[in-house]
């Protein structure tokens, strides 16, 4: 099973400010990754996939880059809506797994 | 628009058994993977189960393999996981997702959208 491991666990910024996620993944996922956020009490959504491309709908100050065991998820500006956990997931093979998460939070 | 409606969860004995269901919409069922995620209170994300469009592959996570059946029924747009031998650990809000693609027959493992959940205690 592969595992991805995200950080920082927490991440504390202002609103305007740059925020970068990290996944690393215990072995070579090839750019088979994605970002999903998840507001409290909501079901994620799909923010971006196969490492770099966003999904429907998501602004263009969400970017994904990575490939093999590191990827980033960068939100260039940050809105009052971004403030929330993000996971990223592997299907590079079964079992899908996902990251513990990263939950953003207001400063 | 897409719409996926989770329902059958509650309040279950250890040892007991329930089965989930999915009511999909707005799109065409059979022709897309689907899966089921769990989610257990305060934690992060665990897939559990995908099942391709035509039911024909069926993939489990360790953790519930032989004691979960996932299914559908693309005359009724709907999806199912069958669960038996519930654990208190098996406690979770448990979502159902679309895959993004359909192609083939294939599983493309990305997840949108999901449904709101539903959620599954085990306790006695």
């Known amino acids: 099973e592969i595992v991805l491991t995200q950080s920082p666990a927490n991440l504390s910024l202002s609103p305007g400010e740059r925020a970068t996620l990290s996944c690393r993944a215990s072995?070579?996922?090839?750019?088979?990754l994605a970002w999903y956020q998840q507001q409290p009490g909501q079901a994620p959504r799909l923010l971006i996939y196969d490492a770099s491309n966003r999904a429907t709908g998501i602004p263009a100050r969400f970017s994904g880059s990575g490939s093999g065991t590191d990827f980033t998820l960068i939100i260039s500006s940050l809105e009052p809506e971004d403030f929330a956990v993000y996971y990223c997931q592997h299907r590079s093979n079964w079992p899908y797994t996902f990251g513990q998460g990263t939950k953003l939070q207001i400063k | 628009e897409v719409q996926l409606l989770e329902s059958g969860g509650g309040l279950v004995q250890p040892g007991g058994s329930l089965r989930l269901s999915c009511a999909a919409s707005g799109f065409t069922f059979s022709s897309y993977a689907m899966s089921w995620v769990r989610q257990a209170p305060g934690k992060g994300l665990e897939w559990v189960s995908a099942i391709s469009g035509s039911g024909g592959n069926t993939q489990y996570a360790d953790s519930v393999k032989g004691r979960s059946t996932i299914s559908r029924d693309n005359s009724k747009n709907t999806l199912y996981l069958q669960m038996n031998s519930l654990r208190a650990e098996d406690t979770a809000v448990y979502y159902c997702?679309?895959?993004?693609?359909?192609?083939?027959?294939?599983?493309?493992?990305?997840?949108?959208?999901w449904g709101q959940g539903i959620l599954v205690t085990v306790s006695s």
């Open positions: 997702a679309k895959d993004v693609y359909s192609k083939n027959d294939r599983f493309f493992g990305w997840f949108d959208p």
């Open positions: 072995q070579s996922v090839s750019s088979y």
